[in-house]
């Protein structure tokens, strides 16, 4: 399945922003949908991650209480909002999808087959 994530910027320190993460298929059903962030020198990273079946939401320490993922909708549309930016959220952010991923596994990139192509936030201090 191809993914297009989108809404990334320059955005200053305390500001938000929101991410779109849109399927090619029709429907985000019976998908697990994350998003994922690689900063300058530094590893990719879980940031958050939402079972389409029962809504179930996830999110990494480092985030949690200022992002909230969620669904769109329209059921092939996964939204990042993301509030109270900081400098050290700076980073290419990535969405990724795959079909029954359990729920000891979504914070691992390697569950995820299909990835977008990345959308760059830059948080400014």
């Known amino acids: 399945v191809q993914l297009q994530a989108s809404g990334g910027g320059l955005v200053q320190a305390g500001g938000s922003l929101r991410l779109s993460c849109t399927t090619s298929?029709?429907?985000?059903?019976?998908?697990?949908v994350a998003w994922f962030r690689r900063a300058p020198g530094k590893e990719r990273e879980f940031v958050a991650a939402?079972?389409?079946?029962?809504?179930?939401?996830y999110y990494a320490d480092s985030v949690k209480g200022r992002f909230t993922i969620s669904k769109g909708s329209a059921d092939n549309t996964v939204f990042l909002q993301m509030n109270s930016l900081k400098p050290e959220d700076t980073a290419v952010y990535y969405c990724?999808?795959?079909?029954?991923?359990?729920?000891?596994?979504?914070?691992?990139?390697?569950?995820?087959?299909?990835w977008g192509q990345g959308t760059l936030v830059t948080v400014s201090s």
């Open positions: 939402i079972r389409w079946s029962g809504g179930h939401t």
């Open positions: 298929e029709r429907t985000f059903r019976t998908y697990a």
């Open positions: 990724a999808a795959h079909r029954g991923v359990i729920v000891s596994a979504l914070s691992s990139s390697n569950a995820y087959r299909s």
